[in-house]
């Protein structure tokens, strides 16, 4: 019976998988134009399983020839005759599978180990154009893990002697299409580049064309597959109610979305909200090379991680721009999505993750250890007691803060006091999300699941009466969507002449609204 598969390549007689032939299909059109192009996306984002995928389906009509640099030692590519050596035997042990020709198997026997180590540039060029020569039909290569050799001058004259074949194809036989995968764009190789190869960096990828191919994985075709596994174990579920949670939480990214079904499935969960909800917390608190991969990044680039930290506590709205750093750096990881001429954080997975991360720096902190010291006051029976969190976390604001105008740090920086306050309330039961859309330097709206049951909190830096009604016309909005009779709002004023402390509940629309002044 197939499995759901988060280690590897999916395989379609193995592993549940979504569909994938719509993207196979544009891949298809792009290698028969002639293209040469760059699948770069974020780490287990589906790069490795497209490129099996697309080497099996081209197979009758090209020589695919499928390899990876994965594995080896990047000084290998510390100049450009060990890079095109390596590269030409990679292509030798693949042509066994690429090609039923005797004619290229002999070739690569006979010609292409010739004084590899030695091998000029032009050779590498002269070998290639026989070997298209010699191929029955039409040659496509593949490279995997590209990232490997990226941060090295030898790859990237390696790259050049590839462009100027590819530049000269009218008077010579050249491949017809190479497509690189890693999590860089090859465009952006000096990001990677080591400080003192900085300087002979010269874009030598400019003839791919974009990759703008979404890879990620759509609420139908997460319905589809949960449809195949649902009739494979005989169960009985909403596939597409099931599916839709699913990709609202991870935006389809490939890797999220097979570990939750992976966890719900070997922990038996209940294919509903609580079970999904499980498995999320479970993948936030469990180990992974993905989220490993997110904080190293993270360490590696300080400026990405100030950017990240501006847009989830103080809701700055940074514009996109190709050129800015951190921005680029950011989409390249697929930590982030354009949205409205904006960036936003690409899923609330991560998003939730980003702000475990940056509170769990702050563990020691006086809101930290308070929050934890006060959760037992406001936790009974798997409920949380919101008007009493409410009145405990301004008590600990009141004595710990002083809120005024004078302290423009506590009024960029309440919500994520607020936040870490929360983290320890929720840790390893619960978790939280930002509504993406309610987010700004003046407000946010929280959306807390725990055990089962959802809380929607607003946070908003008080602006007067009329910006509080817009605030609460949102919020009952949020209510109606959710399916909740009450609402929160945490209020935080620092008008030297606030009252502080909870408010009458107010009932509105045939909701109640319960709202606290810090």
């Given at each position: 019976?197939k499995?759901?598969?988060?280690?590897?390549?999916?395989?379609?007689?193995?592993?549940?998988?979504?569909?994938?032939?719509?993207r196979?299909?544009?891949?298809?059109?792009?290698i028969?134009?002639?293209?040469?192009?760059c699948?770069?996306?974020g780490?287990?984002?589906?790069?490795?399983?497209?490129?099996?995928?697309?080497?099996k389906?081209?197979?009758?009509?090209?020589?695919?020839?499928?390899?990876?640099?994965?594995?080896?030692?990047?000084?290998?590519?510390?100049?450009?005759r060990?890079?095109?050596?390596?590269?030409?035997?990679?292509?030798?042990?693949?042509?066994?599978?690429?090609?039923s020709?005797?004619?290229?198997k002999r070739?690569?026997?006979?010609v292409?180990?010739r004084?590899?180590?030695?091998?000029?540039?032009?050779?590498?060029?002269?070998i290639?154009?026989?070997?298209c020569?010699?191929?029955?039909?039409?040659?496509?290569?593949?490279?995997?893990?590209?990232?490997?050799?990226?941060?090295?001058?030898?790859?990237?004259?390696f790259?050049?002697?590839?462009r100027?074949?590819?530049?000269?194809?009218?008077?010579?036989?050249?491949i017809?299409?190479?497509?690189?995968a890693?999590?860089?764009?090859?465009?952006?190789?000096?990001?990677?580049?080591?400080?003192?190869?900085q300087?002979?960096?010269?874009?030598?990828w400019?003839?791919?064309?974009?990759?703008?191919?979404?890879?990620?994985?759509?609420?139908?075709?997460?319905?589809?597959?949960?449809?195949?596994?649902?009739?494979?174990?005989?169960?009985?579920?909403d596939?597409?109610?099931?599916?839709?949670?699913?990709?609202?939480?991870?935006?389809?990214?490939?890797y999220?979305?097979?570990?939750?079904?992976?966890?719900?499935?070997?922990e038996?969960?209940?294919?509903?909200?609580?079970?999904?909800?499980?498995a999320?917390?479970?993948?936030?608190?469990?180990?992974?090379?993905?989220?490993?991969?997110?904080?190293?990044?993270?360490?590696?680039?300080?400026?990405?991680?100030?950017?990240?930290?501006?847009?989830?506590f103080?809701?700055?709205?940074?514009?996109?721009?190709y050129?800015?750093?951190?921005?680029n750096?950011?989409l390249?990881?697929?930590?982030?999505?354009?949205?409205?001429?904006?960036?936003?954080?690409?899923?609330?997975?991560?998003?939730?993750?980003?702000?475990?991360?940056?509170?769990?720096?702050?563990?020691?902190?006086?809101?930290?250890?308070?929050?934890?010291?006060?959760?037992?006051?406001?936790?009974?029976?798997?409920?949380?007691?919101?008007?009493?969190?409410?009145?405990?976390?301004?008590?600990?604001?009141?004595?710990t803060?002083?809120?005024?105008?004078e302290?423009?740090?506590?009024?960029?920086?309440?919500?994520?006091v607020?936040?870490?306050?929360l983290?320890p309330?929720?840790?390893?039961?619960?978790?939280?999300?930002?509504?993406?859309?309610?987010r700004?330097?003046?407000r946010?709206?929280?959306?807390?699941?725990?055990?089962?049951?959802?809380?929607?909190?607003?946070?908003?830096?008080?602006?007067g009466?009329?910006?509080?009604?817009?605030g609460?016309?949102?919020?009952?909005?949020?209510?109606?969507?959710?399916?909740l009779?009450?609402?929160?709002l945490?209020s935080?004023?620092?008008?030297?002449?606030k009252?502080?402390?909870?408010?009458p509940?107010?009932?509105?629309?045939?909701?109640m609204?319960?709202?606290?002044?810090?």
């Open positions: 019976m499995s759901f598969n988060t280690a590897g390549t999916c395989r379609p007689n193995e592993h549940y998988m979504v569909d994938i032939t719509e196979l299909e544009i891949i298809r059109k792009m028969a134009k002639g293209d040469y192009f699948i770069n996306r780490r287990q984002y589906g790069k490795t399983t497209t490129l099996e995928a697309i080497s389906q081209l197979s009758d009509e090209y020589c695919v020839y499928k390899i990876s640099f994965e594995g080896i030692d990047d000084s290998a590519f510390d100049n450009a060990t890079a095109c050596a390596i590269f030409l035997k990679l292509l030798k042990r693949r042509a066994r599978t690429a090609t020709s005797e004619e290229v070739f690569f026997d006979e292409a180990p004084n590899l180590e030695t091998i000029t540039e032009i050779d590498f060029a002269d290639i154009a026989e070997l020569s010699l191929s029955p039909k039409p040659i496509v290569i593949l490279i995997d893990e590209v990232d490997q050799a990226g941060n090295n001058d030898g790859f990237i004259r790259l050049g002697v590839l100027n074949m590819y530049l000269n194809k009218e008077d010579d036989p050249t017809q299409s190479v497509i690189l890693g999590v860089y764009d090859i465009k952006n190789l000096k990001l990677k580049m080591r400080p003192e190869e300087h002979q960096y010269n874009s030598p400019n003839i791919a064309v974009p990759f703008d191919v979404d890879m990620s994985l759509s609420a139908v075709g997460i319905a589809d597959m949960l449809a195949e596994y649902k009739a494979d174990h005989n169960l009985t579920f596939e597409t109610v099931v599916a839709q949670m699913i990709r609202d939480y991870t935006s389809g990214y490939p999220l979305v097979s570990r939750i079904c992976q966890i719900v499935d070997a038996q969960y209940t294919w509903d909200k609580e079970g999904v909800q499980k999320i917390n479970k993948i936030l608190t469990e180990g992974s090379t993905l989220f490993d991969d997110i904080a190293k990044k993270l360490d590696e680039f300080p400026e990405l991680e100030r950017t990240i930290k501006g847009v989830l103080n809701g700055y709205r940074y514009s996109f721009n050129y800015d750093k951190a921005t750096l950011a390249m990881f697929n930590f982030v999505k354009q949205q409205d001429g904006a960036f936003a954080v690409a899923c609330r997975m991560f998003e939730t993750w980003f702000y475990e991360y940056f509170i769990s720096q702050d563990k020691n902190s006086a809101d930290f250890i308070q929050g934890m010291t006060d959760k037992s006051q406001f936790i009974h029976d798997g409920i949380i007691d919101i008007p009493r969190l409410f009145a405990r976390f301004i008590d600990h604001m009141n004595k803060y002083k809120m005024d105008h302290n423009e740090f506590i009024e960029d920086d309440a919500r994520k607020f936040l870490t306050y983290r309330v929720i840790n390893g039961i619960g978790s939280y999300h930002i509504e993406e859309q309610t700004d330097h003046d946010m709206d929280i959306v807390i699941d725990y055990l089962g049951k959802q809380y929607v909190i607003e946070l908003k830096i008080w602006r009466n009329a910006y509080n009604e817009r609460e016309e949102q919020l009952l909005r949020y209510l109606e969507y959710f399916d009779q009450q609402g929160y945490l935080f004023c620092f008008n030297k002449k009252t502080s402390g909870l408010l509940p107010v009932e509105i629309g045939g909701r609204l319960i709202e606290a002044i810090v």
